[in-house]
């Protein structure tokens, strides 16, 4: 027990000041979105004035106006047939896609994607031959963690994709169209394999992965301090109303209600406030008794993810012709998922295919396999409930 108490501090403590280091080395671009309103204008002014009064770049300013010739560029503002309300409304809306192209560390943003890629690939393999085990899961989780957060940083993250994308609809009207597209990569990873990109790509999730099982015997089958599994019904609802307060937020006060607590900027401690760092030492505290607790409660991702992963194509299933009902699977499990599977529940909760419920089978009955999910007969764990569908 103490031993993992000393090992999740000084997995915090070297995540944090490592991820210090590696943010520094790859420079100054401030990845998050701006929401600021600060635009400078008078109606004497000319459009090249304008420009540079609110630090237009030339293609954004011949957006903004619809230039046809340099020359247009010495004409009034307002000799264009829009309104000041129009033309402020789209300035701003071109300046807030400005700021995201210049805000971004595009190398980055590539060699991730391609990690990724290659990363999960390996993963799906290991899955499907059923090599994912107590021995190398955790360093898996870490060198996910590692690589895709302390290394690589806190953006580009599933979570952001989906949080950003509200908070920049909701308070300048506009879509970031590399977002949308990080976005669709994500969820078809998801859809893929049952929620990949979380299980085994994001940094954050994997983060407190590796938490939990510090907290967990040599195989990784129960907590050495006690853990426990919150009902879905209780952790989806509360995740829900933070979607809800997230968008309304966003549309309402064009406020972004995560980013003082965002707990991926573990990967980017200097811009932590107080605030930050407490929210993230909760989380990442809670990590080693409740599985994911910023998944499962919070994240916008997750919900999302959550829903795509009822059509994803490779899934944890069991053969039912194998199993022995011995429920090994359900007390292994870290949340209540295969309990929910094997009790033929309607709600199936978000499955991270970490791999755990396969390697406790006794009988070898449950694999990583396409196709929809079959249910239990009928009693075969004392729930005799015919007529409830699986996903
Ligand atoms: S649900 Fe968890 S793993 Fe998925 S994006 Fe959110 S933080 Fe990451
Ligand atoms: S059912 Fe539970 S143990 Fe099995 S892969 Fe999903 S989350 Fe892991």
Not at 91 to 106: D, F, H, M, R
Not at 147 to 176: H, N, Q, R, W
Not at 311 to 325: A, F, L, M
Not at 332 to 338: G, Q, R
Request: hydrophobic share 50%; proline share 5%; aromatic share 10%.
């Amino acid at each position: 027990m103490r031993r993992a108490v000393f090992q999740f501090v000084s997995l915090v403590i070297a995540v944090a000041s490592l991820s210090f280091i590696s943010a520094r080395i790859w420079g100054g671009k401030p990845e998050g979105i701006s929401t600021e309103n600060a635009l400078v204008f008078n109606e004497t002014m000319t459009v090249a004035e304008f420009g540079r009064a609110n630090n237009l770049q030339p293609r954004f300013l011949k957006e903004v106006f619809a230039l046809e010739s340099q020359a247009d560029r010495l004409k009034p503002v307002t000799a264009f047939k829009m309104d000041v309300e129009q033309l402020l409304k789209k300035t701003e809306q071109v300046l807030a896609i400005q700021a995201e192209q210049g805000s971004k560390n595009w190398v980055k943003i590539l060699v991730k994607f391609l990690s990724w890629a290659a990363f999960l690939a390996l993963i799906f393999v290991l899955m499907r031959r059923g090599r994912i085990t107590a021995g190398n899961r955790k360093r898996l989780l870490l060198a996910s963690a590692g690589v895709f957060g302390v290394i690589l940083g806190s953006d580009p993250s599933p979570m952001g994709t989906v949080k950003d994308a509200i908070v920049l609809l909701g308070a300048k009207g506009v879509i970031f169209p590399p977002r949308l597209i990080a976005f669709l990569v994500f969820v078809a990873m998801v859809v893929l394999a049952n929620k990949f990109i979380c299980s085994w790509g994001c940094q954050l999730g994997t983060l407190q992965d590796a938490i939990f099982r510090l907290n967990r015997d040599s195989r990784d089958r129960k907590g050495l301090l006690r853990q426990y599994k919150v009902p879905f019904i209780v952790s989806n609802t509360v995740r829900a109303l933070f979607f809800v307060a997230l968008t309304a937020a966003a549309f309402i006060w064009s406020t972004d209600i995560v980013e003082q607590i965002d707990p991926f900027k573990i990967f980017k401690p200097q811009v932590l406030g107080m605030a930050g760092v407490a929210f993230v030492g909760l989380i990442l505290g809670l990590s080693l008794f409740i599985y994911r607790p910023w998944c499962h409660f919070f994240c916008p991702f997750g919900l999302i993810g959550w829903l795509a992963e009822k059509v994803s194509i490779y899934k944890v299933q069991v053969d039912y012709d194998k199993c022995v009902s011995c429920e090994a699977c359900v007390k292994a499990c870290p949340s209540t998922v295969m309990g929910a599977i094997l009790k033929r529940d309607r709600v199936i909760p978000d499955c991270f295919s970490c791999g755990t419920c396969m390697e406790v089978c006794p009988e070898g009955a449950i694999g990583f396999k396409s196709g929809r999910r079959a249910l239990p007969p009928p009693g075969k764990f004392g729930h005799d409930v015919a007529g409830k569908t699986g996903t």
